[in-house]
C-alpha cells in the first residue's frame, strides 16, 4: 500500500520491484558517483541479487526513486542493502529504512552489505549496534601509463588453460591456505565456477613457475578486473605478485581496455603494493552485522 511519511514532504513508500529496475539503477550510479564503491553495483546481476530480496521498501519523489532498500527474509542471518539519493540525505530516510529493515529480521540477526560506503552511513550503522565485519578498497587503474617490473630470476609465466586447471587450483590453495578464515573449496567446485563465467579470461590470467617448472602464484582476470593474486609462501616477497599485476595490466592494455580493476581488504598489505603499480582509490565497500538480542 502506497504511503506518505508526515515531515518529508512530497514522498511516496511502497515496495519495489523488477519493474523499477530503471529507477534502482539510476539511484545506484547517483551514489556511486558520489561516494565511490563497486561499479558493478550499477548493474542488473548485483542490483537484483542485493535489493530485489523478499521484502523490499522505496520512497519516490515526483516518480523518481530517492530511497530504497531490499531485506532478504528467507535465510538467517538476515541480509539488507540500502541506498539514499545524495541530495535527499540528512533527512532521516537512511534511518527510517534501518528502522523497517530492523522489523523485517525480527528475531533473525541482520547483515547489512553496501557496495558505495560512505561516512555517514557507518556512523549510522554504528549508532544503531551494527558491527563491522568487513571493509574492502575498490582501486583502478587508467591504463594511461603502465608499470615496469621485471621478471623475477627462475620465473617464466604462462596463459592459463583448463589442462592446467589443477595446478591452478593447488596455486589458489596454497597461496591461500594460511591466511585467516581461509575455507578450501572443493577443486572441482573453485574450478568450475571459473569455467561458468562467462567474462573468466583465461587468456589474460597467468600461472607463474619455478626454475623446476612447478607453480609459484598466479592471478585471474574477469572482464578487466583482476580478480586474484596468490603468490605461494616460499616465493614472497620477490616480486612475483608484482610481476603478475604488471603483466596483467599489459594484456588488458592489448586487448583494449582503457581501465582496470580490483577490490582488496581494508588490512591487505597488497593494498600498498597495488597502489604503487598506479591503482586509486575508487571507493570502499562494507558489511555490517547486528546480531538480535
Known sequence: MDR???GVDALTWKEFGEEHLAGLTELAEVCLAADGGLPLFA???LLRARLLQTRTLGAWHDGALVAAIGVGTDRRPATGTGLVHPAWRGQGLGSRLLSWADEQAGDADLVLTTESWSADADALFTARG??????EWVLRHDLDALPGVAAPDGVRTEPITWEIGPELFEAYRA???DRPGFVEPEADEWLGELREDDEYRPDLSII???PDGAAVGFLNVIDNWIDQVGVVPGWRHRRVGAYLVASALRALTAD???EAWLCVNDNNPAAALYRRLGFHNAGRRARYLRRHP
Open 4 to 6: 506518505t511519511y508526515p
Open 43 to 45: 548493474g542488473p546481476p
Open 130 to 135: 551494527f558491527d563491522q565485519t568487513f571493509l
Open 175 to 177: 597461496s591461500f591456505a
Open 208 to 210: 607463474a613457475r619455478g
Open 256 to 258: 583494449g581496455a582503457g
